[in-house]
């Protein structure tokens, strides 16, 4: 039972952070935003959407594994943090590359602190969601795919700002 809650939460987040997603692109797109790395965007789909169906699988196969209560709290801590990060960007935080002609980096919250916040909780998230149920095939696969994908979105995120 825990499980199920627990997936339902995790996919209901995800979810409700598209559908902010696509709320700020209608925004950032009349501020006259341009779009960037539209080319490997539909691999982070595919790489979160295949995230959640390896947690589901793997969980299956290994039949009812206890829920990890260190790794829970771990993970409600991160959801803190990402709030912090995703509100301090505002109408600006986005799934997608957006620049808005004229504006530059957001320079508030933890973003004062680390210049990429949101992808070092993305990364901890993709490792930590999986241990909650001790599911480590999905941890180690996901931790290092998405690891691979965040590097070349940095890269682009990175060259966008430095224009």
Known sequence: MYFIIFILFVITQRLSELYIAKGNEKWLRSQGAVEYGKEHY???VAL?????????????????TPIDFLFLILFALLLLFKFWALSSLG?????????????????????????????????????????????????????????????????????????
């Open 42 to 44: 539909p691999f982070i």
């Open 48 to 64: 979160h959407t295949l995230f959640i169906i390896s947690i589901i699988v793997e969980y299956i196969l290994n039949g009812n």
């Open 91 to 163: 109408k600006y935080w986005n799934t997608k590359i957006f620049r808005v002609p004229g504006a530059g980096p957001v320079k508030k919250g933890p973003y004062k602190l680390f210049k990429h916040p949101n992808y070092f909780i993305v990364i901890c998230e993709i490792a930590i969601i999986p241990m909650v149920f001790h599911l480590y095939y999905t941890a180690i696969i996901f931790t290092v795919l998405n690891t691979i994908m965040l590097t070349v979105r940095i890269k682009v995120e990175n060259k966008v700002w430095a224009k």
